[in-house]
């Protein structure tokens, strides 16, 4: 009889380990093959005889990549434990990340893309699912703070790696070495990660529509994951539109647009590690009912600007508190989406992850065709984006 799985114990002490590290890397690969490609648009432009509206479309394959691909994720994490999914996701990634590197024209880089994306989001679904199991809501609202700033670094270096590479050996290149992460990540997984869920036949593959369609119809778990999904959608309206406002409309430099991109990385970073202090004295839902009007006031700043055709600074100020304050949004939100989920976590997980990448991919595909009609379509759909989450969060409030 095969020995019985024993459950790691969920702790309330949520501490900086290697366990936190190796789940922020999971959940940077999604950002990193992201963040580290911005600076290289004009090069996969030049090179495929293209513009970068054609090489945006990338971006927004990713993001619907990264929609669909967590929904298969969830309910067999759930099934059949967390690191045997994680390992096909893996494999999936560095397969693609390699076809990536060698593809012929921008049309199978748009499909290579969206494959890659169904890899990178098995780190996401997993992680946030390994998350629940080991930590309390509250504590899980500091691991989730944690990761944001080991996954900061990302934003801060990637991009600037990205430029540099691009620069000396070719944005091709780029592919080749989140391949390279991708099979050193598995085999430390394999070698450091414990198994916190062990395989569960009761739950049923055929039954995932079923089970997500009951997370859905959580009401708790929908108000908090609508407002975590669209708040940090006005981040993806940053990361798609920004190389165009600032690269082309402003005339940075890539290298320069790679500092400022670390810039605003800073103000995420500063602010989640604040919330991981305050959550030793206050509710997550406490700091999300002060976090989200200070979202509301810098979102109707921001539109604004974009109503002014503000310059530089009056786009820049604005942007850095809006990504600045996701460090406090987005943390609170994700812990009360799963506080109440259990044994669904990793469908949880996975459905909240599709809900976010699911706008973010409509929010991408929006600020590339609204910037045929306007430079400050980036700045718009932010502005926007903020409040409607408010407004999420507000409408869906259950009464006390």
């Known amino acids: 009889m095969a020995r019985q799985f024993e459950p790691a114990p969920v702790s309330d002490n949520a501490r900086f380990d290697f366990i936190v590290v190796i789940l922020a890397l999971l959940t940077a ?43 298969l994720y969830g309910t067999a994490t759930d099934k059949f434990g967390r690191k045997n999914p994680l390992y096909i996701g893996l ?66 270096l990637a991009p600037l790696f990205g430029a540099y590479v691009t620069e000396w050996m070719g944005w091709r290149a780029l592919f080749l070495i989140v391949a390279a992460l991708g099979v050193a990540s598995a085999v430390t997984i394999h070698f450091v990660m414990p198994e916190t869920r062990g395989r569960r036949y009761d739950v049923r593959m055929r039954n995932t529509g079923s089970t997500y369609w009951s997370v859905l119809r959580d009401p708790s778990f929908l108000r908090y994951s609508l407002t975590g999904a ?13 190389p165009k406002m600032f690269i082309e409309v402003f005339g940075l430099s890539p290298t320069h647009y790679s500092w400022l991109f670390g810039l605003n990385a800073i103000g995420i970073i500063g602010l989640s590690q604040l919330n991981g202090w305050l959550l030793k004295y206050h509710s997550s839902r406490k700091i ?15 539109c604004v600007m974009a109503y002014l055709n503000a310059s530089f600074w009056g786009i820049l100020l604005p942007l850095f508190a809006y990504i600045s304050t996701l460090g406090l949004v987005f943390p609170n939100a994700m812990a009360g989406a799963l506080a109440e989920q259990k044994e669904r976590a990793g469908s949880a997980s996975a459905v909240t992850g599709s809900l976010q990448f699911l706008i973010a991919g409509l929010v991408s595909a929006g600020v590339s065709q609204a910037g045929s009609f306007t430079d400050y379509a980036m700045a718009w759909v932010i502005g926007v984006a903020g409040l409607l989450a408010v407004i999420a969060y507000r409408v869906m409030r259950r009464p006390e």
Do not use: K
Request: glycine share 6%.
């Open 29 to 71: 690969f999604a950002p990193l093959s992201i963040d580290m490609y911005l600076p290289a648009f004009s090069a996969i432009a030049s090179d495929y005889a293209t513009d970068t509206h054609h090489v945006e479309l990338s971006l927004t394959a990713f993001f619907f990549g990264l929609f669909i691909g967590q929904l």
């Open 91 to 156: 494999a999936i990634y560095v397969v693609t990340s390699i076809g990536c590197a060698f593809a012929p024209d921008i049309q199978w880089l748009i499909v290579l893309r969206f494959f890659q994306a169904i890899g990178a989001c098995a780190g996401i679904v997993i992680a946030r699912a390994v998350v629940r199991d080991l930590y309390t809501p509250q504590a899980s609202a500091r691991v989730f703070s944690f990761l944001i700033l080991v996954m900061g670094v990302a934003p801060i």
């Open 230 to 242: 669209i708040a940090q959608s006005g981040l993806f309206a940053y990361i798609t539109g920004s």
């Open 288 to 302: 999300l009912n002060v976090s989200l009007p200070m979202l509301a006031i810098v979102s109707i700043i921001m």
